[in-house]
């Protein structure tokens, strides 16, 4: 089946960095997508890995590695904005439109 | 640019009312999809159109839940005979290319069956 786990709350303190895995089981994979969401908002795009290994985008990277189906989301110097859900989600099914996503990591930081 | 809108922001219904769940996609997007999410859970695939096709609909939770997008635009989430257990937020999210890449999200619409 298909499936997403990824841990449900973390804690950092401000300036801090924190990695937020995940672990995936899909059929067919077509990359990997992670979304934040701060509270009662809509998640907003932060990246999408198709090959193994790490991308950088300012502050945020995001790795993957596909023979593992595992993906984290590192986030350097931690600002007190970046508290909110961070979504991992898979594409799945036969018309890749449908997207599984993991039930978020709530991560909370501290000053 | 203006991004997905959803309208109703929020909706209270009794149970057994029906709801209709408007989505404005970004002009000239492709794809559009509809997720519900329960509070502290992810968002759960309902049903995805690419233009005014409805491709996949495997997670419409039952047949009192129904989509149409029947210009390719504008897209209605349509709930009958609302229960209890349909209170959720509905997301709709919108991609200019087709499916699986990059998806914009609305703000969504609360429902709230009483």
């Known amino acids: 089946g298909q499936n997403i786990d990824q841990p449900t709350e973390m804690t950092a303190t401000e300036g801090a960095i924190v990695q937020i895995n995940c672990t995936y089981q899909?059929?067919?994979?077509?990359?990997l997508f992670w979304y934040q969401q701060h509270a009662g908002e809509a998640p907003t795009f932060l990246s999408y890995?198709?090959?193994?290994g790490l991308e950088e985008k300012g502050r945020f990277s995001s790795f993957l590695s596909r023979s593992k189906g595992y993906s984290y989301l590192l986030l350097k110097e931690l600002q007190m904005k970046d508290s909110a859900s961070y979504l991992c989600?898979?594409?799945?099914?036969?018309?890749?439109?449908?997207?599984?996503f993991g039930k978020g990591t709530k991560l909370s930081v501290k000053p | 640019g203006a991004g997905v809108s959803q309208s109703p922001r929020y909706k209270v219904a009794k149970r057994g009312q029906d709801v209709a769940l408007r989505c404005d996609p970004i002009s000239g997007h492709v794809s559009l999809f509809w997720y519900q999410q329960a509070l502290g859970q992810g968002p759960e695939f309902l049903t995805y159109?690419?233009?005014?096709?409805?491709?996949?609909k495997s997670g419409l939770p039952s047949d009192r839940f129904f989509a149409e997008r029947p210009e390719g635009s504008v897209s209605t989430l349509k709930i009958q005979r609302t229960q209890q257990e349909d209170s959720a937020v509905y997301l709709c999210a919108s991609s200019p290319h087709r499916a699986p890449y990059e998806q914009y999200f609305g703000p969504g619409t609360r429902l709230t069956v009483t």
């Open positions: 890995n198709v090959l193994d």
């Open positions: 899909t059929s067919g994979f077509n990359g």
């Open positions: 159109f690419q233009n005014e096709a409805q491709l996949d």
């Open positions: 989600a898979a594409p799945y099914g036969g018309s890749q439109g449908n997207l599984i």
